[in-house]
């Protein structure tokens, strides 16, 4: 008899606990999730629901005119290339849309070469033993504690020498050897034996063939975490865009909705769609690479 009560007790402690935890964790959704509600209804608004001083919590007249503005207030060339003296432009489109285009290039770009770069360099510092490895790997970390913008004059001198200032490539090339994704990849791949490493060299496998075909699909989650770190770092990076970047045919989609903004008035509206439209690659990637992402947390977690 007791027995059976404590396991009745048990279970309903079990019970309360669920439904204490599902209550906590609905409340920290909608926290996160609401600024994103009130920014998707807000670019359907009209103007004097978005500044009404009653919030209005569902359009009551959804209507297109804040993506309308959005597209139709600057125009770009899709494209521009430069060969030698051949200046080849696309056809004129919405600036909304090239800086869209503009900001999915520059991350995607950033995401590709810095996953890249910090799998081959975390790869090295994990498995290699060379001299200054250890002064290498200290660098490093001490880097990723130096904000960036103690760099920035070195890095805009560098771009300009490199005739790179003012484009896109302005942005992308500095964030490729990010320190932190070197050391999380390098985490990573010490959890891995030594062992398959050196039986593939008794196998007469090269470098090149050990990284690819044994070492990196067991450190894809690493790189999976470090693809979406690196993505959303370089898509809100609106500092080291506003520095480099200057024409309005090169703008990202965050610097292009700046310039919109009047002098002595807001328009909200316009802001919210531009809002709406630069969060939905975020969220594209983000449902991508979620597998990855999660796993990639939960195994660091269980080395740590």
Do not use: H
Request: hydrophobic share 50%.
């Amino acid at each position: 008899m007791k027995k059976q009560n404590r396991l009745d007790i048990n279970r309903t402690k079990t019970k309360v606990y669920y439904v204490i935890s599902f209550i906590l964790v609905a409340l920290i959704a909608f926290t996160f999730l609401f600024p994103l509600y009130w920014i998707i209804t807000g670019s359907f608004k009209v103007k004097s629901e978005i500044l009404s001083a009653t919030p209005v919590w569902v359009p009551t007249e959804w209507v297109m005119t804040n993506y309308e503005n959005l597209m139709s207030k600057r125009t770009a060339p899709l494209f521009d290339l430069t060969l030698g003296s051949l200046v080849i432009t696309g056809p004129t489109v919405p600036g909304a849309f090239r800086w869209l285009l503009n900001t999915v290039f520059m991350s995607t770009m950033s995401m590709l070469l810095t996953c890249l770069t910090a799998a081959m360099a975390g790869y090295a510092l994990a498995k290699k033993r060379f001299y200054g490895r250890g002064i290498l790997f200290s660098l490093i970390v001490c880097a990723m504690a130096l904000p960036k913008q103690v760099i920035l004059i070195p890095l805009l001198r560098e771009m300009s020498a490199l005739g790179l200032y003012d484009t896109i490539w302005a942005v992308i090339v500095p964030i490729v050897g990010w320190p932190f994704g070197v050391f999380l990849i390098k985490q990573f791949a010490e959890g891995i034996p030594t062992e398959m490493v050196e039986a593939c060299r008794i196998d007469g496998a090269s470098e090149w063939r050990t990284f690819t075909d044994v070492m990196f699909p067991m450190i894809k989650p690493g790189v999976g975490a470090c693809a979406i770190f690196t993505f959303i770092n370089s898509w809100n990076d609106y500092f080291m865009q506003l520095i480099m970047l200057m024409s309005t045919k090169e703008l990202t989609i965050s610097l292009g909705i700046a310039t919109m903004q009047g002098e002595n008035s807001t328009d909200f509206g316009l802001l919210m769609a531009g809002s709406a439209l630069a969060s939905v690659p975020i969220i594209i990637v983000f449902l991508i690479f979620q597998k990855y992402f999660t796993k990639g947390i939960t195994m660091g977690a269980v080395k740590g």
